[in-house]
């Protein structure tokens, strides 16, 4: 635990002292050229995980026989933005993302995706409301986080998570009438062995189904043992 809030601040600190220079990054080899004078392990391992999401996103996306041609998606915590790019080529009319780290932010911007570089457990409410047809919150959150928080674990101040149905209510603000989000929270695991073997009794499924979201059938290349076990999907009342 300790480790972890040492990272946290040693990640913040970097976030800092790069900011700036992110913001007015232009091209891709610029953007480069500062991620090499990082030495950023986080953005390397988004970078690693790029086919993995691409498949993932598009996973989900045709097990449901969800069409977004013409439609308008948000990734909240794109990463390496590969759902912001499956959003793009399946020709989404608009194709934006929320996320915290400059370095993300910066790197999805040059890939020519809109964006906010604000922190979504506070911050999601400032975006404009009933836009999206899709939103896409997969790895963003950890649920154990949620479930210590609920146990009343204390955390650093900028660490603390919010309580999930305030996200959940945020997230419903930005749904257009007939729009789908999908969140998939990852779980702690060491080894093969999850920190929560059973998911299913948990205050954060308890809090997902409550706020309208049921439990998706096992799709192949979303779910993943131990980290991805069960991911939620709620569909805005409201369509034409
Ligand atoms: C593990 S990556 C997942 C990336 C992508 N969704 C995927 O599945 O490949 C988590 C992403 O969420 C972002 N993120 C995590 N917590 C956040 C917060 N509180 N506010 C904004 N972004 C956050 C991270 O910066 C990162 O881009």
């Known amino acids: 635990m300790f480790e972890r809030q040492v990272n946290a601040v040693r990640k913040r600190w970097h976030w800092v002292k790069y900011r700036d220079r992110l913001e007015s990054v232009a091209t891709m080899d610029d953007f480069k050229v500062l991620l090499d004078e990082t030495d950023n392990s986080i953005f390397a391992a988004y970078k690693a995980w790029d086919p993995i999401s691409r498949k993932d996103v598009s996973a989900v996306l045709d097990a449901l026989s969800i069409d977004i041609n013409g439609k308008r998606f948000l990734d909240v915590g794109p990463g390496y933005g590969s759902a ?41 409410s400032s975006i404009a409301p009933r836009q999206y047809d899709f939103i896409w919150l997969k790895a963003t959150f950890s649920a154990n986080r949620f479930i210590d928080r609920e146990r009343g674990l204390g955390m650093l101040g900028f660490y ?62 979303h779910h993943m043992e131990p980290i991805y076990p069960i991911s939620f999907i709620k569909t805005r009342p409201g369509a034409n």
Do not use: M
């Not at 793009?88 to 194709?95: C, D, H, M």
């Not at 929320?98 to 570089?117: E, L, M, S």
């Not at 007939?178 to 060491?190: L, R, T």
């Open 84 to 124: 912001l790019d499956i959003a793009r080529e399946r020709g989404a009319s608009a194709v934006e993302f929320v996320d915290y780290d400059p370095f993300v932010c910066a790197f999805n911007r040059i890939k020519g995706h809109t964006g906010w570089c604000t922190d979504v457990r506070t911050k999601l």
């Open 160 to 221: 603390r998570y919010p309580k999930l149905e305030s996200i959940l209510t945020d997230v419903d603000r930005l749904l257009a009438p007939g729009g789908i989000a999908v969140f998939c929270p990852h779980w702690d695991f060491s080894g093969t062995q999850r920190r929560t073997p059973d998911v299913q009794n948990t205050p954060v499924t308890t809090a997902l189904k409550q706020q309208g979201y049921s439990a998706l059938p096992w799709i192949p290349d």
